[in-house]
């Protein structure tokens, strides 16, 4: 397989510990501010983590709650305003800092802007999340980074179905068997994969032990090269982050 020619990067758990820092903390915050007695602790979150999409992971939630509201109407809209002040609260600690990009990831969609390699936007989170996110690192004009960027309001169907990668792939004009993606999470594997993607797997702190299957690669995280499977040459080189030589290699393999 030749390089592949587009980069479709996951963001939350791939970008940043966007789970961890920033919607767990921003989904305490917006029960507090509503009103409601819950709070996820980091335990907790992890399960509910198999649930995408933040407003369905809630309702999941919900439906094993014997203090929820009573009946499918008024849990949707206490989930429509807990998620809604959840995104706000997301987005302030995203502005204020508070959510760093992980890693080698800026150094990697460097040197893809600098090589000229097409980069996309392949998650289950919503636009302004994203921007919130990446308006600091990347600045003002984020979007001219990306050739695609497709998010959770683009589609009916969120991660594991494949369809935020069909709508991606679409737009390129390209097949996935022509493109990577970089995910963190099962359900983001299941997605690509059912796309037809290769995809390169950066472990986030929530799967870091998840069952992986079918990768090119899998690793801690571009900010090393330690620990990759395969091997990356050059391992113990500190600050040396993965490249994208090391990502067009195990493409090639
Ligand atoms: C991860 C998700 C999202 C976030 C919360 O998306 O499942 O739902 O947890 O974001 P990905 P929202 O890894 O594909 O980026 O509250 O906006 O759903
Ligand atoms: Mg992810």
């Not at 059912?194 to 571009?222: K, N, Q």
């Amino acid at each position: 397989m030749p390089a592949p020619r587009a980069i479709l990067w996951d963001v939350d758990g791939t970008l940043a510990e966007t789970e961890r820092d920033g919607h767990r903390v921003a989904f305490n915050l917006a029960f507090e501010a509503c009103g409601v007695p819950w709070r996820w602790d980091e335990a907790h979150y992890g399960r509910l983590l198999e649930v995408t999409g933040g407003r369905e992971r809630l309702l999941h939630d919900m439906a094993g709650r014997d203090d929820a509201p009573a009946g499918v109407d008024r849990q949707e809209a206490l989930a429509r305003a807990v998620h809604a002040r959840k995104n706000t609260f997301y987005a302030g600690l995203a502005r204020g800092g508070g959510i760093p990009l992980r890693g080698g990831v800026l150094e990697l969609m460097q040197q893809c802007r600098d090589g000229g390699r097409p980069m996309g936007i392949t998650t289950t989170t919503s636009r302004a999340n994203v921007a919130a996110l990446l308006a600091g690192p990347l600045g003002a004009h984020w979007e001219e980074w990306f050739a695609v960027i497709v998010c959770g309001e683009d589609v009916s169907r969120k991660k594991p179905d494949p369809e935020v990668y069909d709508r991606a792939l679409a737009a390129l004009r390209i097949a996935g068997i022509d493109a990577l993606a970089i995910e963190d999470s099962p359900a983001g594997v299941a997605a690509a994969h059912a796309a037809g993607l290769p995809v390169i797997v950066t472990r986030s702190r929530y799967f870091a032990d998840a069952p992986i299957e079918g990768a090119r690669a899998v690793g801690p995280g571009l900010h090393t090269r330690d620990g990759w499977r395969p091997a990356l040459p050059g391992p113990g080189r500190p600050g040396a982050t993965v490249g994208l030589d090391d990502i067009d290699a195990w493409c090639g393999r």
